[in-house]
């Protein structure tokens, strides 16, 4: 059975830095694309990050700059590393796992969700 565990949520104030992870189980994901999604409340769940299984990465045009993703295949796991986060970062962050190619990355896409992290970013 795959489970992907997020982790590293949590509260920061604007101008801050935090760093998701996502540890995946139940097979190898090596060839899979990765990556991240948000949503906020009363908002549909958007696209924030995504990174092929060679390392190619596509960001959503909100967090180009400050956000950085990454992956360890050794360790089946993904990485956020988040920037000058703002107020309307604050949403729930999902980890993905998905058999299409990073440039499609889309919820319609996905083939396995992690349960959330919370992100919450103070003015």
């Known amino acids: 059975q795959v489970h992907l565990v997020e982790s590293g949520g949590g509260l920061v104030q604007a101008g801050g830095s935090l760093r998701l992870s996502c540890a995946a189980s139940?097979?190898?994901?090596?060839?899979?694309?990765m990556g991240w999604f948000r949503q906020a409340p009363g908002k549909e769940r958007d696209f924030v990050a995504g990174?092929?299984?060679?390392?190619?990465?596509y960001y959503a045009d909100s967090v180009k700059g400050r956000f950085t993703i990454s992956r360890d295949n050794a360790k089946n796991t993904v990485y956020l590393q988040m920037n000058m986060l703002k107020p309307e970062d604050t949403a729930v962050y999902y980890c993905?796992?998905?058999?299409?190619?990073?440039?499609?990355?889309?919820?319609?896409?996905?083939?396995?969700w992690g349960q959330g992290t919370q992100v919450t970013v103070s003015s």
């Open positions: 993905a796992v998905s058999s299409h190619p990073v440039r499609i990355f889309a919820t319609t896409r996905v083939d396995y």
């Open positions: 139940g097979r190898t994901f090596s060839a899979d694309t």
């Open positions: 990174v092929s299984w060679s390392s190619s990465t």
